[in-house]
């Protein structure tokens, strides 16, 4: 408790003191604070890194602690009275079979044959991981007092708090749940605004774990096309029209599989027609933190420009830490936020308290932001590997859009017919037999496909000579395929 209470005290004094410091001003060094305190360096280093999870100060990696800017004023709350008719809706009197198609999330799960190059991983691959810092953190939360304890429900408050810093100003930690990461989280939402048998509206392609979820829940997934911009806005709104749907599930930054990012100009667009087809929309922000070093300043998430409460917003660090950290977030204003809380508790009670202590000592230390740092680097350098190699060696795979984040490339195949190509499963097997796992393209369609696509990922390998060595072989497999039958069988 001695150690606890020291923080504490500490953090009270430091944030007293503040007020002397104008933003961006440096505060004195870890040892200065030893030495006036009469403390440790743990201590000290406990302290700021509370300081930062509150977004009161920020660290800089060998320059120290600073004052954080102010944030920006919370703008009023709009009217989400709306939200208690759509809420009561019944759906349609169609039943769908909760049937469970896990077939597009195992593909990116299960453990390819030893010696097969992985471009169709999900996760970051090991030597992108922080596995250092977190073990630190983890040493560190097991550590604190009451660790072990059970956590409100809701999550812990400081790190409730540290998520809706990162969505935007208008929330506050009361608006954010804390989740056992993101599929958790889009699990809950689609259960608590769509009953069984209802028609949910999606992103095509999109992501085969949230249409994996939809068929589970009961769900009818009815598509939208995209375009290099993101969903089209015009033809969501005719899905709206024609469905009676009452969600919309989007990816709106660096989607997956396409890589596109919801165009500025739609952002808007897409909030008022759902709005005015008192719809909620499920923003997936998986990616954000997969963003590249070369991507420039990216859009707010829409949670953060919807004062109606009519975004559901889904995020998790999973995905740029370790498939281990299973820790997400769900943010939402109004009567949704206690469906969503009631969900949550029934399905799972609560995320391991040690779990989520750990996430907030990674995210409050020094190395988080160099972390981030070096998988901006990595995956932009990755990226460029592999549309390079894709071009030089497939130019028969187009690649529509390069994204800015992310970790995959999205490749169209030449189409099924005399002379012009085999299908994406046909090329999948042979790539698999070459030691090449890809994924193919027909698990993110929740119709018929427009075309053959296959995804390619450049996060999940050791690195660019592991890319190279990946195209070649998959330039290799699909030869095989398309080379004529010998004469005579």
């Known amino acids: 408790m001695q150690e606890r209470s020291s923080v504490a005290e500490l953090v009270t004094s430091l944030r007293a003191e503040l ?3 104008s933003p961006g001003g440096k505060l004195p060094s870890s040892r200065a604070l ?4 009469r403390v440790s360096p743990v201590t000290v280093s406990r302290a700021i890194a509370q300081l930062a999870a509150e977004g009161l100060v920020t ?3 060998g320059s120290g602690a600073f004052r954080a800017e102010p944030r920006a004023a919370v703008p009023a709350p709009g009217d989400r009275s709306w939200q208690e008719v759509s809420l009561s809706g019944d759906g349609g009197p169609e039943v769908v079979p909760r049937t469970v198609d ?3 999330v195992l593909a990116t799960l299960a453990a390819p044959p030893p010696g097969t190059i992985e471009f169709n991983g999900g996760y970051l691959h090991a030597s992108l991981q922080p596995e250092r810092a977190l073990a630190a953190a983890l040493a560190r939360a097991g550590r604190r007092p009451g660790a072990w304890g059970r956590p409100p429900t809701d999550g812990l408050p400081e790190l409730r708090s540290w998520f809706a810093r990162e969505i935007g100003p208008a929330l506050s930690g009361a608006d954010v749940l804390i989740t056992a990461g993101g599929q958790s989280a889009l699990a809950t939402a689609l259960r608590a605004l769509a009953p069984p048998g209802a028609p949910v509206l999606v992103e095509s392609p999109t992501y085969p774990g949230m249409l994996a979820v939809a068929r589970a829940t009961g769900l009818r997934p009815v598509p939208v096309p995209m375009d ?3 969903v089209r806005p015009e033809l969501l709104a005719d899905a709206f029209r024609a469905t009676g749907a009452r969600v919309f599930v989007t990816q709106p930054l660096f989607q997956n599989p396409t890589g596109a990012t919801l165009a500025p100009a739609r952002r808007p ?8 087809a008192g719809a909620f929309v499920i923003e997936d922000d998986f990616a954000r933190r997969l963003v590249h070093e070369d991507a420039g300043p990216l859009p707010a998430p829409l949670a953060a420009d919807d004062p109606d409460g009519v975004v559901v917003h889904v995020c998790s660090l999973t995905k740029v830490t370790s498939p281990s950290l299973r820790v997400g977030a769900l943010a939402a204003r109004g009567p949704v936020l206690e469906r969503l809380r009631a969900i949550q508790v029934v399905d799972s009670f609560f995320v391991p308290r040690p779990l989520q202590e750990a996430a907030l000592e990674l995210v409050g230390s020094p190395s988080w932001g160099r972390h981030l740092a070096a998988v901006a680097a990595e995956l932009g350098s990755r990226r460029t590997v592999m549309a390079a190699a894709l071009r030089s060696e497939l130019p028969e795979f187009a690649l529509p859009h390069v994204p800015a984040g992310g970790g995959s490339l999205w490749a169209r195949i030449p189409a099924t017919g005399a002379g ?3 299908d994406e499963a046909a090329v999948a097997s042979a790539a698999l037999r070459a030691s090449v796992a890809i994924a193919p393209g027909g698990p993110y369609f929740c119709a018929e496909p427009p075309a053959g696509h296959v995804r390619l990922s450049f ?4 690195g660019a000579a592991e890319i190279a060595e990946g195209v070649r072989r998959l330039r290799t497999a699909y030869d095989g395929l398309r080379a004529p039958a010998p004469s005579g069988t």
């Open 228 to 230: 290099a911009d993101g």
């Open 59 to 61: 660290t800089r990696p």
């Open 19 to 21: 007020n002397r410091y």
């Open 459 to 462: 996060a999940a390998v050791s």
């Open 34 to 37: 030893v030495e006036r305190f």
């Open 269 to 276: 667009e897409v909030l008022a027609i759902a709005r005015a």
């Open 102 to 104: 896990a077939s597009g």
């Open 420 to 422: 012009t190509g085999p």
